[in-house]
Each structure stands twice: as structure tokens, then as C-alpha cells.
């Protein structure tokens, strides 16, 4: 039905015009070719044929369509355009179009015809693997610029076929969106996703053991429902002591999360107290450390407490200039500076000492 609407109308057109030049019908029965001796033409192949139309030598000539054959490698969308035409002078359409059927000589495309829009002559059809296709072109160049002038025109048509991508027009509802295909009508839809409102990582802090570390994503929605997600990106490595992101999007949003592996601790093995000092030794941390942050108080919630930083090489440390017969809490954790940071673990168990 397509393909006879498509081959009426410009029939009719024709035959009106011609008639109008008192030129019989006849004339125009000739033809380049038919689909019998159609020329193959493969994909990404374009092919230029030349089209006679109009009066010469007292003879009139109409060689105005051309057939190709087809065979699709894989199942799928393609494209078939036509080029090389002229635009009418009066205003009206391109009288050109490409109409692609089977080999039952059903019409198989979407479009065809001279599209004001996008100001060319193509056919989009999904086409299904190993089949065979006939492409039929047609191009009269009634009303252009050199049959008005010349009455008689000679046109380099080209003729190409390429893999179709979709452009899609979206049609947004309140449950469901729907894309179509602006070209071939290709359709589908889509659950509108709520976006999200909470989201945070599993766990946010490990201890190194020199594993690979990879924490689940956690989402919920506006509506208070799990969301499963799919794009979660993680940064490479996550064995090491350090600060690794992680990147989610989902929908038309982006969430950056991020988690820790801070060093193994380390604990007190000894404290002897002396006259106003004390002197403690603790097991040395083989990987992951820069060194030792030493912390002392005579509070035992470590108020105005303290701080001292030795190298990770040291296992014991003299704490000197303490009060006399004090008491006094001590505890020691292990850190790595990273990118200019440090990382720290978590506080040893808390030794108590009086000094002398």
C-alpha cells in the first residue's frame, strides 16, 4: 500500500504536467533498469546513476528511476539516502523518493519521501540478517532550474546506504516516559525513576590486611524504596592505606562517596615510670606505617592531653619532664601520610602508670 501511494501520487503529478505540455503518457515507460537487473550495493557503498528527463533531439526522455539490491549482514536499522537532486522553483517538494521492499515487493521503510525538516530524501527500514532488499529511487526534475531553462535535465543521483541511529523524541507521563524515533518510529518507554534522597556506603572505614576493598552502595528514594543500582564506579587499588571514591550516577544524578584504610594498630607491650618520666615500648607495625602518634594525660578521657610523633623505625619512647609521684593515662596508635595526610588507626588500650 505504501509503495503504491508513494508511486500514485507522483504518477498523478507527473502525468498532470506532462499532460500540460501535450507530451503522451507513453513517453514515459522507459526506464534505467528494472528490479530484475538490479546493481548490488553493499553497506556504507554509495552509488551514482544519471537520470534523463525532458525533451532532446526531438525525442522525449523520462530514465528517472533506478532499482538496487540489498543484502542486510546483520539485523538491524539502515539508512537509505538519496543526493545529488534539485529543489523545485516553485516551492513545492522535492519530487523525489526511496522506498525500500522485500523480495515480495512489500514496503518496508519508514519515510521516503523529501522532508522539509531535514531538508533530504532518505528511508530508514529494519532489515533482518541474509535477506535480500530492493531499493527503488525515483527523481523527476520537473520544475527546476534546468528543465525550466533547457526543457530537458541531466542529474547525478547518488545513492548510499549506512547503519541508522536512532534520534529520539521523549514524551514524558507521570509513571512512565516514552522515546521515539524521530526517523524510522522506533519506539519504546521507560519507568520514570524517582530520584534519590538517601545514599551512603556500607562501611566508610577498614583496617588494612592488604585485601581488595569494596563496599556496597546503599540508595533509597523519595518514596522510601531500595534502589538497585547499576553504575557504581570504583577508584583502582583499594588494598592500600588511603582515601578511595567512589562515583554513582542514576538517572540524571551524580553522588561522589568516599572510604578509608587506615594502618593495623599497634598496642602498648610495656610502661615503667621514672623519676618524672615514664618510658614505653610497643610491638612495631611491619607494613602500611610512617610512624607512632604517642598520647599521654593525667586526665583518663585524655583532656589537654599531649601529642607526640615518632617514625615508624622507633618502638620505645622516654617521656621526660612529668610531675612528680602523677599519675598518668598513655596510649599509641599508628599513622601513614598519604597525599599529604595522615591516616591514623585507631587508639591502642589505654596503659596508667605513676611516676617517681
Known amino acids: 500500500m505504501k509503495k503504491f501511494g508513494k508511486t500514485l501520487s507522483i504518477g498523478l503529478a507527473t502525468i498532470m504536467a506532462v499532460s500540460s505540455l501535450g507530451i503522451g503518457t507513453t513517453a514515459f515507460a522507459s526506464q534505467v533498469n528494472s528490479v530484475q537487473t538490479a ?11 544519471v537520470f534523463r528527463y525532458g525533451e532532446i533531439n526531438d525525442d522525449f526522455l523520462s530514465e528517472n528511476t533506478k532499482y538496487f539490491k540489498f543484502v542486510a549482514p546483520t539485523t538491524g536499522y539502515y539508512e537509505f539516502d538519496l543526493t545529488g537532486y534539485q529543489n523545485r522553483i516553485d ?3 522535492t519530487t523525489a523518493y526511496i522506498d525500500v521492499t522485500d523480495t515480495t515487493g512489500k514496503s518496508v521503510d519508514s519515510g521516503g519521501y523529501y522532508d522539509q525538516y531535514y531538508n533530504d530524501v532518505k528511508a530508514v527500514a529494519e532489515l533482518t540478517q541474509g535477506q535480500t532488499y530492493y531499493i527503488e529511487s525515483y527523481y523527476s526534475p520537473f520544475k527546476t532550474a ?3 531553462n533547457n526543457g530537458y535535465a541531466e542529474s547525478t543521483i547518488n545513492i548510499s546506504v549506512t547503519p541508522h541511529t536512532h ?14 524515533c524521530n526517523r524510522c518510529h522506533y519506539s519504546y518507554s521507560e519507568e520514570n525513576k524517582k530520584s534519590i534522597s538517601n545514599i551512603y556506603l556500607e562501611k566508610i572505614k577498614y583496617v588494612y590486611d592488604g585485601k581488595l576493598k569494596t563496599p556496597n552502595v546503599i540508595a533509597y528514594d523519595t518514596a522510601g524504596n531500595l534502589v538497585n543500582l547499576t553504575n557504581v564506579s570504583y577508584a583502582s587499588g583499594r588494598k592500600n592505606v588511603g582515601t578511595y ?11 561522589n562517596l568516599s572510604f578509608q584504610i587506615v594502618p593495623k594498630r599497634t598496642n602498648i607491650s610495656s610502661v615503667k615510670a621514672g623519676k618524672k618520666k615514664l618510658t614505653l615500648k610497643w610491638k612495631k607495625q611491619q607494613k602500611q606505617a610512617t610512624g607512632y ?32 609521684k602523677k599519675k598518668y593515662y598513655v596510649r599509641i596508635r599508628t599513622y601513614k601520610v598519604v597525599n599529604g595526610k595522615k591516616l591514623a588507626s585507631s587508639w591502642s588500650k589505654t596503659k596508667s602508670i605513676k611516676t617517681k
Open 167 to 180: 534520534e529520539f523524541s521523549a514524551e514524558a507521563y507521570s509513571t512512565t516516559t516514552y522515546y521515539t
Open 39 to 49: 546493481e548490488s550495493i553493499g553497506l556504507n557503498e554509495t552509488k551514482s546513476t
Open 91 to 93: 516551492g513545492q517538494n
Open 146 to 148: 534546468d528543465y525550466e
Open 245 to 255: 571514591n567512589v562515583s554513582v550516577t542514576y538517572g540524571g544524578q551524580s553522588f
Open 293 to 324: 602518634q604517642i598520647q599521654y594525660s593525667t586526665s583518663k578521657k585524655f583532656s589537654r592531653a599531649k601529642t607526640i610523633t615518632v617514625k615508624s623505625k622507633i618502638t620505645s619512647k622516654t617521656i621526660k619532664g612529668l610531675k612528680a
